[in-house]
């Protein structure tokens, strides 16, 4: 099963607890304000990354880098980077670096994770996610907790997803990631009512999106309410025309 979801942001630079160079840029209207120049680069070259200039966004980023060696974001930023390009190695460097050093950027044990559980190192990942959720200091343990509930169902340990994910929303009931598993894993596990009052939660908070339409078709179906689940492939078909989700929807049910 793929690993869906990097849940947290890449990185914090916005904020000022994550910068760590000592050289500051103080220019009068600077739109960067008083990140170090290292941050600046690390910014920058996360924008290049989000806009798909890769070759652009590996110089600033190693720029950064270079600027400071303890910057623990740079190396994160860098990691993803990797991990889009491909470069699995490369990508595992960079975040040992990153842990390095700041053992407690919970951004970057977040990512890693997400890595790790990617490359099929289930309990590696898990290990990651339980420093991060055993943390006082992290004040998001719902991220993390979601983190570990889609790893674990990712390795097949469906009973341990459902316990971590259900963690996740003690702590914030409307957490739509957390949601949107809950009603696939439940779904999955024969919980068709469940499924379906998850799936609604979800959707109290979050547009439709072809994965959460495509439960709920399914959804319907198994519990034998195919009005409803005609709706929602009617739906899929209308707003997500040209997704797996709508062909799979258009086989699975008939749509008039």
């Given at each position: 099963?793929?690993f ?6 890449i990185?914090?630079?916005a ?11 103080t ?9 170090s120049?290292?941050?600046i680069?690390v ?5 290049y990354m ?8 590996l110089?600033?980023?190693t720029?950064a ?6 910057n ?10 990797y991990?889009?390009?491909d470069q ?9 670096k ?22 099929g190192r289930?309990?590696?990942a898990m ?7 055993g943390s006082k200091?992290y ?6 907790l979601?983190?570990?509930?889609i790893?674990a169902?990712?390795a ?6 459902e ?7 003690e702590y914030?009931?409307?957490f739509?990631p ?9 779904r999955?596990?024969?919980q068709?009512?469940?499924?379906r ?12 999106d ?12 198994g519990?034998g309410?195919f009005?409803?689940?005609?709706d ?5 078909r209308s707003k ?5 989700e ?11």
């Amino acid at each position: 099963m793929k690993f869906r979801v990097l849940i947290g942001p890449i990185v914090c630079v916005a904020l000022a607890a994550c910068g760590s160079s000592k050289t500051h840029n103080t220019r009068p209207n600077d739109p960067y304000g008083s990140l170090s120049q290292s941050d600046i680069y690390v910014r920058k070259g996360i924008q290049y990354m989000e806009a798909g200039n890769y070759e652009v966004a590996l110089q600033d980023l190693t720029r950064a880098a270079e600027l400071d060696g303890r910057n623990s974001e740079a190396y994160n930023a860098l990691a993803v980077l990797y991990q889009r390009l491909d470069q699995p190695a490369d990508a595992e460097r960079e975040f040992k670096k990153a842990l390095s050093a700041n053992s407690e950027n919970f951004g970057v044990r977040n990512n890693y994770g997400r890595f790790l559980c990617g490359q099929g190192r289930y309990a590696e990942a898990m290990s990651q996610f339980r420093e991060v959720i055993g943390s006082k200091l992290y004040n998001s343990p719902w991220i993390a907790l979601t983190n570990a509930g889609i790893c674990a169902r990712s390795a097949g340990q469906k009973g341990e997803a459902e316990q971590y994910l259900r963690q996740a929303l003690e702590y914030d009931p409307r957490f739509a990631p957390a949601l949107i598993e809950m009603a696939e894993l439940s779904r999955e596990t024969g919980q068709g009512m469940s499924a379906r009052a998850f799936l609604e939660r979800y959707h109290a908070v979050a547009e439709p999106d072809p994965r959460s339409l495509w439960i709920g078709v399914e959804t319907e179906a198994g519990l034998g309410n195919f009005h409803a689940a005609r709706d929602y492939a009617k739906t899929l078909r209308s707003k997500f025309p040209n997704t797996k989700e709508a062909v799979q929807a258009k086989r699975y049910i008939s749509v008039d």
